[in-house]
T-cell receptor, first 115, second 111 residues
Framework: DSGVTQTPKHLITATGQRVTLRCSPRSGDLSVYWYQQSLDQGLQFLIQYYNGEERAKGNILERFSAQQFPDLHSELNLSSLELGDSALYFC??????????????FGPGTRLLVL | DQQVKQNSPSLSVQEGRISILNCDYT??????FLWYKKYPAEGPTFLISISSIKDKNEDGRFTVFLNKSAKHLSLHIVPSQPGDSAVYFC??????????FGSGTQLTVLP
């Protein structure tokens, strides 16, 4: 158990819909990272938050957004869903942010299926 | 443009023998490298890491070697056990700290 929790574990929805994925980082960790694992793209970085502020963006679509709340949990919002958004979405956390070599610990993931 | 490459999609090893998983990278700004183990439908589990200022790091049965001049790292597992069967991902990070992953190697340890 990494200490990172994600809900829900599974999500089935239809095209055009909007969903919210939730992540609680390890106790004391200020950085939260979101990654997507799809069959054709592998594990890819989406976005990073540190202590409530966006710090870095990766290959994140404009239809996707995220935020980190004062209690440090984070939510990833996916809207206007398409079939190709079906994937595993992982959250990871680490104590700090850029400038330090830290290990990221991953949650169990949310499996999203868009029908 | 794959900055981290794992060229072997799969590897089979006999129980008790050594498993060697390889990883190559192209970005010379990477300064921290990690190996994760992953089972289907689970999150990646951290195994071992190495800073670019070192060439070897050991933790129990797991050893990671880094060859900066060749931009190559490898993970050695000795002795291999059936429970080690999983997908292994190599990842790298630079100052921005987001992880760039390789495509993974499926390790199968045969009893």
């Amino acid at each position: 158990d990494s200490g990172v929790t994600q809900t829900p574990k599974h999500l089935i929805t239809a095209t055009g819909q909007r969903v919210t994925l939730r992540c609680s980082p390890r106790s004391g960790d200020l950085s939260v990272y979101w990654y997507q694992q799809s069959l054709d793209q592998g594990l890819q970085f989406l976005i990073q938050y540190y202590n409530g502020e966006e710090r870095a963006k990766g290959n994140i679509l404009e239809r996707f957004s995220a935020q980190q709340f004062p209690d440090l949990h984070s939510e990833l919002n996916l809207s206007s869903l398409e079939l190709g958004d079906s994937a595993l979405y992982f959250c990871a956390s680490s104590p700090r942010t850029s400038g330090s070599q830290e290990t990221q610990y991953f949650g169990p993931g949310t499996r999203l299926l868009v029908l | 443009d794959q900055q981290v490459k794992q060229n072997s999609p799969s590897l089979s090893v006999q129980e008790g023998r050594i498993s060697i998983l390889n990883c190559d990278y192209t970005n010379s700004m990477f300064d921290y490298f990690l190996w994760y183990k992953k089972y289907p439908a689970e999150g990646p589990t951290f195994l071992i890491s190495i800073s670019s200022i070192k060439d070897k790091n050991e933790d129990g049965r797991f050893t990671v070697f880094l060859n900066k001049s060749a931009k190559h790292l490898s993970l050695h597992i000795v002795p291999s056990q059936p429970g080690d069967s999983a997908v292994y991902f190599c990842a790298a990070t630079g100052s921005a700290r987001q992880l760039t992953f390789g495509s993974g190697t499926q390790l199968t340890v045969l009893p």
